[in-house]
């Protein structure tokens, strides 16, 4: 549903569309272990979609075909990494991407920013801060009942890396 409404709502512009995407999974600290991909965060404009990949019985093929689209544009920080992991744990394929932190260097001439978080940058291209807990950034991803702040954490880091991605590429920097 949430893919019919944003395709409905951005009928227009399907052929540039830009969706913030991030992913989470339960932390570890264990040396050469590697939690699966727990939750895929979407967001297009003020909708956001967290989907539960871990508990999900299969993945739809409305979300692997809006993944698959050429034309649309996923943006996030490490999202390199990201669309990785989500291949190597679900066999899952992002067709575009484009780094916010590549983006955000060769917009402001700044260096620095390739090693950038999703927080700098916020502040940098967004002229606002934005809070990451630790107690939420490092919690239990993999719990089948996520808490009102994960949710609210999840739809925030979707939204930046859609809002960031946005602003960068409607400045002609991608």
Known sequence: MWISDIERIHHRRLHF?????????????TRNIQNPVATLQLCVGRR???????????????LVNFLRNPNYTFTGVGIKSDVGKLVEDYNV??????ELTTMAANAYGVRKFKYAGLKTLTEEVLGKEVLK????????????WLTRPQVAYAC?????????GRVLISGNYY
């Open 17 to 29: 569309l830009v969706v913030g995407l991030d992913i989470e999974w339960r932390p570890n600290f």
């Open 133 to 144: 807990p630790k107690r939420i950034t490092m919690s239990r991803w993999d719990n089948q």
């Open 156 to 164: 925030i880091d979707a939204f930046l890396s859609f809002e960031i």
């Open 48 to 62: 956001c979609l967290i989907f539960q990949l871990l508990y999900a019985p299969y993945i739809p093929q409305s």
């Open 93 to 98: 394929v992002v067709a575009r991407i484009a």
